[in-house]
């Protein structure tokens, strides 16, 4: 084991511990109320789960997107909801990282490290969901300023959050804005106008939010004047990371689901044996054991891939597809499994089941993942001429 396997699957213990001493025994309590999980957030600031991926010279662990996935998953098998408030989070600490001036990452990453300011994305718009070059809230640049008018949906942190990632048009195409807000429902010109009730994914709120001639500096463009033009393909980018974290969440939810199934399959008996030793169930946890692992492997190679520099696109893809297909797949068949204590609020597989679909959508709609991956193969396997 090299000394990153060695930090990794440290890592990953101390979130398996946080989860079942910490997580486990409040989860579903919160869950059902939809309440804010402020506890386990201030913990999971403290373990520096907020600065995973910031470098370490700007106050982060500076750990590979392998190390990422892992906490994902034990996160995810845990509450899924607590995977939502660092994902978005870290796609904007993955914007800055990657495309942000010297200036921004050493004003930003410090403080999102640490969680002292908590990040968010703002891409959708009410008419710009999978068609993101629909969008319509445009910047326009007044001196040294921009003005910034419009409604996006779906803000997933969009009230907690200090900073946020926010996609608007200016005349040279679409821009990406690093807008710094006060934590609230109101900043400036900006309002939270809407917090969208949910299925599952609770207790985090996802919000729409209204900007009314707010202000922000001319330095709030991501990668400064350059980057002018250039915010959809730097979104586009960071979402594919997006992406992975997805298929991450989306084997944690899967994991938990294929446990307890197994676990009661044991424990509950009918016809005289424990319905595990019927073949039925057999052949049920024979292909949820089966593509849990298959989920898992094609999440940690499209990380790998990712990590390396490669390109990402297709793998991304695949593992948000096949992880989250999975989720909701093993999620219902965890239920059936229980049979009827699997539909009550008594235990948690009703949850994953309210949380799994969310999976097929957030991060680019499956529908839209095999658009990607199949375009993504025909470039790779093109016929000369
Ligand atoms: C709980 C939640 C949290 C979210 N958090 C965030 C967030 O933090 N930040 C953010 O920016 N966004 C967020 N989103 C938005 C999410 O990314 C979008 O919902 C998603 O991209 C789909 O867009 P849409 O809802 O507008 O669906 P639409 O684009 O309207 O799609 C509707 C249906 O048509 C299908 N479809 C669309 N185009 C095609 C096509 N060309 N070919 C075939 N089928 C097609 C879709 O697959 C889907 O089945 C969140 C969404 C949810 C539900």
């Not at 992975?244 to 044996?273: C, P, S």
Request: glycine share 12%; with cysteine; net charge negative.
């Amino acid at each position: 084991m090299d000394v990153d396997d060695e930090t990794r699957s440290e890592l990953t213990a101390a979130v398996r511990r946080f989860v079942e001493r910490e997580v486990l025994p409040v989860a579903s309590e919160l869950e059902h109320a939809d309440a804010y999980p402020g506890a386990l957030v201030e913990q999971m600031k403290a373990m520096g789960l907020f600065g995973i991926t910031v470098p370490v010279e700007h106050g982060g662990l500076g750990l590979d997107l392998l190390a990422y996935v892992g906490v994902i998953e034990e996160l995810a098998a845990g509450w899924m909801s607590l995977t939502g408030i660092v994902n978005t989070h870290t796609i904007a600490v993955g914007l800055l990282a990657a495309h942000g001036t010297e200036a921004q990452r050493a004003e930003w990453l410090p403080r999102l490290a640490t969680g002292e300011v908590r990040g968010c994305l703002s891409l959708s718009e009410p008419d710009a969901g999978s068609d993101t070059r629909a969008l319509t809230c445009r910047a326009e640049r007044d001196g040294d300023e921009y003005v910034i008018t419009g409604t996006k949906t779906w803000v997933t942190n969009g009230e907690r959050a200090g900073l946020v990632a926010l996609a608007a048009r200016t005349p040279e195409g679409i821009s990406c804005f690093m807008v710094a807000k006060d934590p609230g429902p109101s900043s400036g010109g900006i309002t939270v106008s809407r917090n969208i009730g949910k299925l599952g994914y609770k207790g985090l709120e996802t919000v729409e939010m209204r900007y009314e001639a707010h202000r922000v500096p001319s330095t709030a463009v991501l990668g400064g004047e350059a980057g002018l033009g250039r915010g959809l393909p730097f979104i586009l980018g960071a979402l594919e990371v997006g992406r992975i974290n997805i298929a991450a969440r989306a084997v944690g939810v899967a994991r938990a689901a294929f446990e307890a199934a197994i676990r009661y399959a044991q424990q509950r008996e009918t016809f005289g044996k424990p319905i595990a030793r019927h073949q039925a169930i057999q052949q049920k946890l024979a292909d949820m054991g089966t593509k849990l692992e298959a989920a898992r492997l094609l999440t940690r190679h499209a990380a790998e891939l990712r990590q390396r520099g490669e390109r990402a696109d297709v793998e991304a893809g695949m593992a948000k597809l096949f992880a989250s297909e999975t989720a909701f797949e093993l999620a219902t068949e965890s239920m059936r499994i229980h049979g009827g204590v699997g539909y009550t609020t008594d235990l948690p597989i009703e949850r994953y089941y309210r949380d799994a679909p969310l999976m097929l959508i957030g991060e680019g709609t499956n529908e839209i993942q095999r658009m990607v991956i199949a375009r993504g193969l025909l470039r790779r396997h093109a016929l000369d001429g």
